[in-house]
């Protein structure tokens, strides 16, 4: 079945700093890659769409100069979280796919940690 | 109205019990309706999706949808422990819309 690989799994930055998060579909190539954000407890809030080879469309309330979204290839896209503060502190999830019907790939989840 | 409506639980039952989830939903546009399982600290994985109303098996799980009244359920028969995890709904339009999840614990 698809694969979606995403990493690291787990980072801890000092708040200021910029961390990269990599979402990688290994035997598929994925034209749309969906980043999401969920605190405990709670559901995946969708940031952005992410679109091979254009700009990345993000949610309303997502500043898309702090969360920095590259989809430079059909099996790769990144996520910066720039300057980084402790309210960022969440788990960041990918998920890739080429059609909705068949539901999308996650990944298994980057718990950032800033301190 | 919410879009999405889901239960957030905890559910707790023991082995063997039969476990019912359950999500509504206002936008007739769905066309798709998915079940998600996450285990903590770990990605949602896809368990079942279907589009039409009506039951659809898979082994222990049955998805159900009723679009007349824009509900669908999850059952999951003979439940085990290692089925303890948080269960999402999900419904397509050009994204995935979520449910807030439901915790499902399952003691022996």
């Known amino acids: 079945g698809a694969v979606v690989s995403q990493h690291p799994s787990r980072v801890i930055c000092k708040s200021g700093t910029s961390v990269k998060i990599e979402c990688r579909s290994l035997d598929f190539q994925a034209t749309t890659m969906f980043w999401y954000r969920q605190f405990p407890k709670q559901s995946l809030m969708l940031m952005a769409t992410s679109n091979e080879g254009s700009k990345a469309t993000y949610e309303q309330g997502v500043e898309k100069d702090k969360f920095l979204i590259n989809h430079a290839s059909l099996t790769l896209s990144t996520l910066t979280v720039t300057s980084a503060h402790p309210e960022d502190s969440s788990f960041y999830i990918c998920?890739?796919?080429?059609?909705?019907?068949?539901?999308?790939?996650f990944g298994s989840g980057t718990r950032l940690t800033v301190v | 109205q919410k879009e999405v409506e889901q239960d957030p639980g905890p559910l707790s039952v023991p082995e063997g019990a039969i476990v019912s989830l359950n999500c509504t939903y206002s936008n007739s546009a769905f066309q798709y309706f998915m079940w998600y399982r996450q285990y903590s600290r770990k990605g949602p994985e896809l368990l079942m999706y279907t589009y039409s109303s009506g039951n659809k098996e898979d082994g222990r799980f049955t998805a159900q949808v009723d679009k007349s009244s824009k509900y669908i359920s999850l059952f999951i028969r003979d439940s085990q422990p290692s089925d303890s995890a948080t269960y999402l709904c999900?419904?397509?339009?050009?994204?995935?819309?979520f449910g807030t999840g439901t915790r499902l614990q399952v003691f022996p």
């Open positions: 998920s890739a796919g080429d059609r909705v019907i068949y539901g999308y790939t």
């Open positions: 999900a419904f397509n339009t050009d994204k995935l819309i």
